[in-house]
C-alpha cells in the first residue's frame, strides 16, 4: 500500500469549531490545519511506526507523571500553535502553568 499525502486548499477560513466538526464527522480522517488555512489528511501509521508512537508517549507519561510536571496527551489531541496551525503531534506534553483553566477532568479543548 502506498501512502500519498493530499492537501485540501479551503476555500473559506476552517474555523476551530469547524475543523473540530468535520474531524467528529470523518472520524476515519484525521485533519491538521496549516497555518495558511489548508488542511492536510493524514494516513494511518503502519506498525513500526505506531509501536514506537506509543511506546514515546508511554515514556513521555511515566516521566512526567513521576516528576509532576503537568500533562501527556496522545495523537488524537487537537493542538493550536502560535501561528494558528492545528496540529495533532504523536505524543505532546503540555505544562502545568500552561494547561487550560478547565482542568483535565472535564472535556478540554486546548485549541481554545
Given at each position: 500500500m502506498t501512502s500519498e499525502k493530499i492537501t485540501v486548499q479551503s476555500l473559506y477560513t476552517v474555523t476551530d469549531e469547524k475543523l473540530m466538526l468535520m474531524s467528529s464527522q470523518n472520524s476515519e480522517l484525521r485533519f491538521e490545519r496549516n497555518a495558511n488555512?489548508?488542511?492536510e489528511t493524514m494516513p494511518p501509521t503502519g506498525g513500526i511506526s505506531g509501536n514506537?508512537?506509543?511506546k514515546a508517549?508511554?515514556?513521555l507519561l511515566n516521566w512526567v507523571e513521576s516528576q509532576d510536571l503537568g500533562e501527556v496527551f496522545s495523537s488524537s489531541t487537537g493542538?493550536?500553535?502560535a501561528n494558528t496551525a492545528v496540529r495533532s503531534p504523536g505524543a505532546a506534553f503540555v505544562?502545568?502553568?500552561r494547561l487550560?483553566?478547565?482542568g483535565?477532568?472535564?472535556k478540554i479543548n486546548?485549541?481554545?
Open positions: 488555512g489548508t488542511l514506537r508512537e506509543i508517549g508511554a515514556y493542538l493550536r500553535l505544562a502545568k502553568g487550560p483553566e478547565v483535565i477532568n472535564k486546548l485549541l481554545t
